[in-house]
């Protein structure tokens, strides 16, 4: 009798391991693929803007990120398990009228976290917890001619901070709030050791139609700052806001309360107060946009108000055409005027106005 030939067994039984490493090999990636994610996303925003100013002329061009800056980004999450992630948040601008992503850098944000039920802890350059209310309760995203100027009127920049750890809160029902430290990094024993320091915190409630913040934070020694001689010993920079909307369906009204302080400054120089009221409104298939808004010097005459309206239409859930007109009018000495990003402001003469507008289109990635 005949013996079987034991090779067809041997190879249907390494055809079966193969394919059971294989399938196991594609539900492990499957699964980490579930665990770790990583997506790139970003704003190419591009205007026709023009802005002019009483005895100082008109600029024409073309202005980057009119309605939502101009953008690139990374972000990527890691669920670690027992409800632990790891995060990262790279974020760069981009110039759409010069092209300027060349040597691109993190600018607006570049931060790794860990987050879980306790909420996130951030280290990085991240945004101050004093501007988010200047821009999520500004129609027109504090950029373009209509923006709310309420912000680094004191020649020290209060959007994002370098060397920064910060803690924001879990979702608690409808509260939100965030709180940061960011490093000056100056030598210890130096006369302005503080230089740069920052202390910041945010905190909100928003539920139903209602959104309200109240926002405060201090900058050590950013106001003429000198470690040599003669020594000058910086003021300090005192940022706060509050903000609240209640969105009505046909209509969203708005207001905010800003102040930049340096205590201890000259009469005039010390405090800048912003009251704005605004509304946006949902119009055909767009939203229409308005602010009024004060800028109060205290104790100076030389003060200067506001006002913008824009339509931001929508062709798709990316992509938007919008139109925004602005007008400034300055009071005493004031000759403040309007600029759009990427097209310089032309200046005016003391009591003199200011106008200008965005004609742009918007796509979100």
């Avoid at 090779?7 to 665990?35: D, E, R």
């Avoid at 913008?308 to 239409?313: D, R, T, V």
């Amino acid at each position: 009798m005949r013996q079987k030939s034991l090779v067809p067994n041997h190879l249907a039984a390494t055809k079966c391991l193969f394919t059971g490493v294989a399938l196991g090999a594609l539900a492990l990636s499957q699964t980490a693929h579930a665990q770790s994610s990583v997506s790139l996303f970003g704003v190419v925003d591009a205007a026709v803007s023009r802005v002019s100013g009483s005895d100082r002329g008109s600029r024409l061009g073309l202005s980057s990120g009119s309605s939502s800056g101009s953008r690139l980004g990374f972000r990527g999450k890691e669920d670690l398990g027992g409800g632990l992630a790891a995060g990262f948040w790279l974020e760069g601008s981009l110039g759409i009228d010069t092209g300027t992503a060349g040597g691109l850098t993190f600018n607006r944000r570049s931060t790794v976290s860990l987050s879980g039920n306790w909420g996130e802890l951030r280290l990085g350059r991240d945004y101050a917890p004093t501007y988010w209310s200047t821009t999520r309760f500004d129609p027109f995203n504090r950029v373009g001619v209509a923006t709310n100027q309420g912000v680094n009127n004191f020649g020290v920049a209060t959007v994002q901070n370098n060397n920064t750890i910060g803690y924001l809160l879990p979702k608690l029902g409808g509260w939100y709030g965030q709180g940061q430290y960011g490093f000056g990094e100056k030598t210890s024993g130096t006369p302005n050791s503080r230089q740069g320091d920052y202390l910041g915190a945010r905190v909100g409630y928003a539920s139903g139609p209602l959104d309200v913040a109240i926002a405060a934070g201090r900058y050590r020694q950013v106001i003429g700052a000198s470690d040599v001689a003669p020594v000058a010993i910086g003021r300090s920079l005192d940022v706060s806001n509050l903000a609240a909307s209640w969105d009505f369906g046909v209509v969203k009204p708005i207001l905010f309360l800003g102040r930049e302080r340096v205590p201890g400054a000259a009469a005039g120089s010390s405090q800048l107060d912003t009251y704005m009221a605004a509304l946006t409104a949902p119009l055909g298939a767009g939203e229409l946009r308005a602010s009024l808004a004060r800028y109060d010097r205290k104790d100076s005459p030389d003060d200067f108000t506001k006002l913008g309206i824009g339509y931001g239409y929508t062709l798709s859930k990316r992509t938007e055409v919008y139109a925004n007109l602005a007008y400034l009018k300055n009071h005493g000495a004031s000759a403040e005027s309007l600029a759009s990003t990427g097209l310089t402001r032309t200046g005016s003469r003391q009591g003199g106005s200011s106008n200008g507008f965005d004609l742009g289109i918007r796509h979100n990635f």
